[in-house]
């Protein structure tokens, strides 16, 4: 299976600060059709999961562009350009590349 | 607007079981592969299981292999998740979500629904 290790576990965030999580995978999540099948989602408190990005760098629809996602092979991030109360939650990266599908552990963002 | 209701969950007895329904509407459900992932109290999510939009392929975590089935009624816009034999270790919010492409799962679930509870325990 496809580990999938996300740091850091807890990011302490000032309002209007950038953050950065990183998500590191223990297999290249290159596909053979040529797609890098790397996702993220954030869970906000008492809500279900909502997908911000998809395959490294796609930002799904509704969602501010001060979220961004970089990497390749088997190093990711998710990046908040400017941290607002509302992004308080837990991000989980995902890798869609191989079966099982697997996600990280979770990086509970909070502000300071 | 895509939306999906689950329903089902609730307290179970060890080695008893359960059976989850996710009832979408908003799009073509027959052209979109499905989901189910869990989550236990204070974790992590975890992917359980997937089925393409035809329902002739589906896919299966270890953990619930052989005790768990994925299954759908497109006529009735409706997934569900049959679990026999469960063990306490199954006590988790139940999402079922929506796959990009009828037979894609490499870009996630999108959107999820509210999740069921279910709680196996003596």
């Known amino acids: 299976d496809v580990v999938m290790t996300q740091s850091p576990l807890s990011l302490p965030v000032t309002l209007g600060q950038p953050a950065s999580i990183s998500c590191r995978s223990s297999q290249s999540l290159v596909y053979s059709d040529g797609n890098t099948y790397l996702n993220w989602f954030q869970q906000r408190p008492g809500q279900s999961p909502r997908r911000l990005i998809y395959k490294v760098s796609s930002r799904d629809s509704g969602v501010p562009d001060r979220f961004s996602g970089s990497g390749s092979g088997t190093d990711f991030t998710l990046k908040i350009s400017r941290v607002e109360a509302e992004d308080v939650g837990v991000y989980y990266c995902?890798?869609?590349?191989?079966?099982?599908?697997?996600f990280g552990g979770g990086t509970k963002v909070e502000i300071k | 607007e895509v939306q999906l209701l689950e329903s089902g969950g609730g307290l179970v007895q060890p080695g008893g079981s359960l059976r989850l329904s996710c009832a979408a509407s908003g799009f073509t459900f027959g052209n979109y592969a499905m989901n189910w992932v869990r989550q236990a109290p204070g974790k992590g999510l975890e992917w359980v299981s997937s089925?393409?939009?035809?329902?002739?392929?589906?896919?299966?975590a270890d953990s619930v292999k052989g005790r768990f089935t994925i299954s759908r009624d497109n006529s009735k816009n409706t997934l569900f998740l049959q679990m026999n034999s469960l063990r306490a270790e199954d006590t988790a919010v139940y999402y079922c979500?929506?796959?990009?492409?009828?037979?894609?799962f490499g870009s996630g679930f999108d959107p999820w629904g509210q999740g069921t509870v279910v709680t196996v325990s003596s």
């Open positions: 979500g929506k796959g990009p492409s009828p037979t894609g």
């Open positions: 995902m890798q869609g590349t191989q079966w099982p599908l697997t």
């Open positions: 089925i393409t939009g035809s329902g002739s392929n589906t896919y299966y």
